[in-house]
């Protein structure tokens, strides 16, 4: 039984993430910034909640006596677009525009960093690592593309540093997945016609697409995958 912590578990992608590894019998430790929805979800799927702020180094040291000893398998699934629901900056704001930046910075690469850095000493031999970029890495979306470019060049330093215990890193890159809290109500129906239309197959992504993926990269089949960007995107990021 391996021991798995997913950071952003409470909802969208890293609930089914969680959900699935306790369906294969792993133990789940999901993490979040809010208590109550955090809780729901444990309770509802069986994982062990604690509850911190993964972008801030005095909450992520202080949960490590909550987590796992050992880990396993490490999700850095939190994260996500903080200038959707952020005020828009005035041309001219530096302080605004510096503030925004450092937002999407600390929300998707400060977060895995953190993270990685602190549960690094408790990695088993042969871990696994998977960290989440976006397609918005490959197509330039201001703050929000470059962290998660930056993720990825931060996966491929973790790879050549934890290769000799056998621990993989690499990374998920999904492009639209439906049924998750992305785009906080603001994506409409032009814009998934949109998306779709960038995919080689021509549909939407699931929640679905992205679980199989991080199944296949945490297991013991996938030792010698590592520093890879996996494109969940239907081949949209090839029309761009």
């Not at 699931?206 to 996996?230: C, K, N, W």
């Amino acid at each position: 039984m391996r021991q798995v912590v997913v950071t952003g578990g409470g909802t969208g992608l890293g609930r089914a993430i969680a959900e699935d590894f306790i369906t294969a019998g792993d133990r789940v430790t999901i993490t979040g910034r809010r208590r109550d929805v955090l809780a729901a979800t444990a309770g509802s799927i069986g994982a062990t909640a604690v509850v911190f702020d993964a972008s801030d180094p005095a909450q992520v040291q202080a949960a490590l006596a909550d987590l796992p000893e050992v880990v396993d398998v490490l999700v850095n699934n939190a994260g996500g677009n903080t200038d959707i629901t952020a005020p828009e900056v005035a041309d001219g704001d530096l302080a605004g525009l510096a503030a925004a930046w450092q937002a999407n910075l600390s929300a998707n690469l400060l977060t895995a960093v953190l993270m990685t850095a602190a549960l690094m000493p408790r990695l088993s031999d042969n871990a696994r690592i998977v960290n989440f970029s976006s397609i918005a890495a490959r197509i330039g979306v201001a703050s929000y593309g470059a962290a998660k470019a930056a993720v990825e060049s931060y996966t491929g330093w973790l790879a050549a540093e934890l290769g000799p215990r056998g621990i993989t890193a690499n990374v998920v890159s999904p492009g639209l997945i439906l049924d998750t809290e992305f785009f906080h109500g603001t994506l409409d129906a032009a814009g998934v016609e949109r998306r779709v239309a960038l995919t080689r197959n021509k549909r939407v992504g699931v929640p679905a697409d992205i679980v199989t993926t991080v199944r296949f990269l945490a297991s013991p089949e996938a030792g010698h995958v590592t520093g890879q960007v996996l494109h969940v995107n239907g081949g949209a990021y090839l029309a761009l």
